[in-house]
């Protein structure tokens, strides 16, 4: 076992202290006492209560100071006015680590935060760590630590698991959860408030623990999400993480005026992160379950190639569904396998993908069907599923099951019971074989995705955005003008030229105070042209008239003109005009939308999506944080629904996927560069069959300090 220095006081101590350990049995104090000494903690243990000369049978002591030994860990249970002094005693006694279980700090408001602050003054100023507080503590199931730092009573069996829980209650129900589903834990750690101990610190002492292979997270918020996206991109080519993070809806950035900065709403930017970081999603406690219980498998899937076997017609049809839809592909069964299996089954039986052996099947006949499939080349993983009939025993299925799985140790085999009886044994055995076991198809089908994912993630190379060449200086010089100026935005000029000096093709425009600029603008730009309302006053020139398009001629230009100011008193009557922007039209492209959104936490995040006015309608966008590089550029244009539209259809070629892919880079290298920048949105950015080109853009920028 090997634990990052600065918490091994914390994840591995060798002595604990329980501040606050109580005589009364069903109190906290007297629960984390109780089990340390129940799971044979490995290292020495001493309550500490100034009334009690022992507890639970072992000498306790009045205070901190009193005890003997070095203190590596201190388990912190005494009411909330208490904990300072208790902190400050630990630290004059040279404890190592903290783990506050107290509640009433930040969680409970102004007075809660004011004690936290002073706690944290406490442990920063003698140099300890702190997990908490209001948290539920500590686990360490490996052996050679066999540490039960908490008040649940539930103690999961050790395993290759480790779990990291932002909610105390939660925290509880996931070890008698992992106890009940046989999940093997490493470590558990309840994190409370966390202003020290992160979870970023937890992942990074997990990155290096060999007995950690699969790291679970239940999380509100990310403190720091760029390190995390950091940390966790590292640890994900190697080791899984699957999260479930509450708290997705939150009321939106509705002010936005952008369209990028309308749709950066809710959970998007942590999506985005997790994403990024090759993360595992699930959207609940069973799901992440199911997927821990998928990385049990003795072996990784080499494709998402899988079969079904089945003796019940229903579940099977189900099993292939729940397949499909997260993305797992049906297997082609070979010709010599079915050819094998016929004579071994009734007529009625079907002998394909899924492969229905019907009711009558016996033990036997699932040891031959899950031995043939997994010996067929054309398949990479089986789903065998058991709908109990009368007169089968579901022991004597998974006994074939088993037997035939360990004829094929290299494809992964995710077995679905259906039935009540013998359901513990039936887990129980498969997973000492390594073999996932479900209730039901949907469960296996959502872990078996899940493994595949993180197989073909940690197969991808690591992102390497490495900063772009751009002309910095001349954006810098843009930007400073406008704050300078104290204005929030650019105007469409500014905008355009911000974008030139980063490198993305710009529709050649020309600005026009007065009708008398307009002949020598047409005549500079050619024919057909484009003429858009600049006035700082409005944000979607559509909205109020303000866009004509296909000009072709001078005096068109001209009753464009003045169309575009009457339709502006009239539809904005407040509006200031500056002028107009005369724009060279650019012709069959593909409207698509590239901006930058800023979040307080998260940073800069980069969308691109299908543009054009109904952006907003179509809500068919993707995020990532900044900085990207290519292959995350063109994952993002594959990842749209829309995409297809881009890939050719109805006749229209596909577009220039790689312009396409450095424009949208681009962009998002503009947006890490310039935090100054809030909201950035190219709408639309045409994709042409040849190249890409950005036609309207607007940028709103951070207001000055
Ligand atoms: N140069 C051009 N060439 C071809 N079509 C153009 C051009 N400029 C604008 N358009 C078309 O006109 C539509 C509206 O123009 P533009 O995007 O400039 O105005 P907007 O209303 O301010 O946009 P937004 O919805 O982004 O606020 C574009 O979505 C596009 O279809
Ligand atoms: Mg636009």
Redesign the pocket.
């Known amino acids: 076992m090997k634990v990052a220095a600065g918490l091994a006081p914390l994840l591995a101590p060798n002595t604990i202290a329980v501040v606050g350990a109580s005589r009364r049995k069903g109190t906290i104090g007297h629960q984390i006492l109780e089990n340390l000494i129940s799971y044979g903690f490995a290292g020495a243990v001493f309550p500490v209560n100034p009334h009690a000369r022992s507890i639970c049978a072992v000498r306790a002591y009045p205070s901190i100071a009193d005890v003997p030994d070095p203190v590596d860990m201190a388990v912190i249970v005494v009411p909330k006015e208490q904990v300072l002094d208790i902190a400050e005693q630990c630290g004059r006694a040279h404890v190592k680590g903290l783990v506050v279980i107290s509640a009433g700090f930040r969680e409970i408001g102004d007075e809660g935060a004011a004690r936290e602050t002073k706690l944290m003054e406490i442990v920063r100023t003698h140099g300890m760590r702190m997990i908490g507080p209001n948290c539920m503590g500590v686990v360490n199931a490996d052996p050679a630590v066999s540490m039960n730092a908490t008040f649940a009573t539930a103690m999961p069996p050790f395993g290759h698991s480790a779990f990291v829980s932002q909610s105390g209650a939660l925290g509880l129900s996931v070890l008698d959860y992992a106890q009940e589903y046989g999940i093997g834990i490493s470590q558990f750690v309840s994190v409370g408030n966390k202003p020290d101990v992160s979870v970023n610190d937890l992942l990074v002492a997990w990155e290096i623990d060999p007995t950690i292979k699969v790291i679970l997270m239940y999380v509100e918020n990310f403190g720091n999400p760029r390190r995390f996206l950091e940390i966790a991109s590292r640890i994900t080519k190697v080791k899984p993480i699957i999260v479930v993070k509450s708290g997705r809806s939150h009321a939106g950035a509705l002010a936005a005026s952008s ?1 990028t900065g309308a749709l950066a709403v809710d959970d998007v930017a942590v999506d985005a992160m997790l994403t990024q970081a090759g993360v595992l999603r699930a959207s609940s406690v069973e799901e992440l379950f199911e997927m821990a219980i998928g990385f049990g498998a003795r072996a990784m899937p080499r494709s998402r190639r899988t079969a079904v076997l089945t003796n019940a017609g229903g579940p099977g049809i189900l099993a292939a569904d729940a397949l499909v839809m997260y993305g797992l592909q049906l297997a082609e069964i070979e010709a010599t396998t079915i050819a094998s299996l016929r004579p071994l089954f009734p007529a009625e039986a079907s002998i394909r993908n899924p492969l229905d052996m019907i009711a009558s099947a016996t033990p036997a006949g699932y040891k031959a069907a899950l031995t043939a499939l997994l010996a067929d080349p054309g398949v990479d993983a089986v789903m065998p599923i058991f709908v109990p009939p009368f007169g089968v025993r579901q022991e004597d299925v998974a006994e074939a099951i088993a037997s035939a799985a360990a004829t094929q140790p290299t494809k992964p085999v995710f077995a679905v019971l259906m039935g009540r009886e013998g359901l513990p044994l039936g887990r129980a055995e498969f997973r000492k074989a390594g073999i996932p076991a479900y209730i039901f198809p949907e469960s296996a089908a959502r872990a078996l995705s899940a493994i595949n994912r993180q197989v073909e993630w940690a197969a991808r190379p690591a992102a390497n955005p490495t900063p772009l060449d751009a002309d910095r200086d001349a954006a810098t010089a843009i930007l400073d003008g406008a704050m300078r100026d104290g204005r929030e935005s650019l105007t469409e000029s500014e905008s355009l030229a911000l974008l030139r000096a980063y490198g993305i093709p710009v ?1 050649e425009s020309r600005y026009a105070t007065r009708p008398e600029d307009l002949a020598a603008a047409g005549q500079a730009l050619g024919y057909p042209l ?1 003429m ?1 309302l600049v006035s700082p006053d409005v ?5 109020v008239g303000g ?1 004509r ?1 296909g000009i072709t001629s001078e005096v068109q230009l001209h009753e464009e003109y003045h169309e575009l100011i009457r339709n502006v008193r009239e539809r904005a009557p407040g509006a200031k005009v500056n002028g107009v922007l005369i ?4 012709n069959g492209g593909r ?1 698509t939308i590239v901006g930058i959104s800023r979040d307080p936490s998260f940073g800069s995040l980069v969308m691109f999506g299908l543009g ?2 109904f952006v907003e309608a179509l809500q068919d966008v993707i995020f990532r944080m900044t900085p990207i590089d290519d292959a995350q550029a063109v994952e993002m244009i594959k990842g749209i629904q829309g995409a297809r539209v881009l890939g050719g259809m109805r006749g229209a070629p596909p577009v220039d996927h790689s312009a396409l892919a450095a424009a949208v880079r681009r962009i998002a290298q503009l947006g890490a560069d310039f935090p100054q920048i809030l909201e950035l ?1 190219v ?2 950015l045409l994709a042409m069959e040849h190249g890409a080109i950005a ?2 853009a607007r940028v709103l920028l951070r207001a000055r300090n």
């Open positions: 369209h529709a484009v858009k944000s979607h020139k559509t909205d866009v398009l724009q060279q039209m650019v409207e054009g006015i949105d709408n639309p036609v309207d």
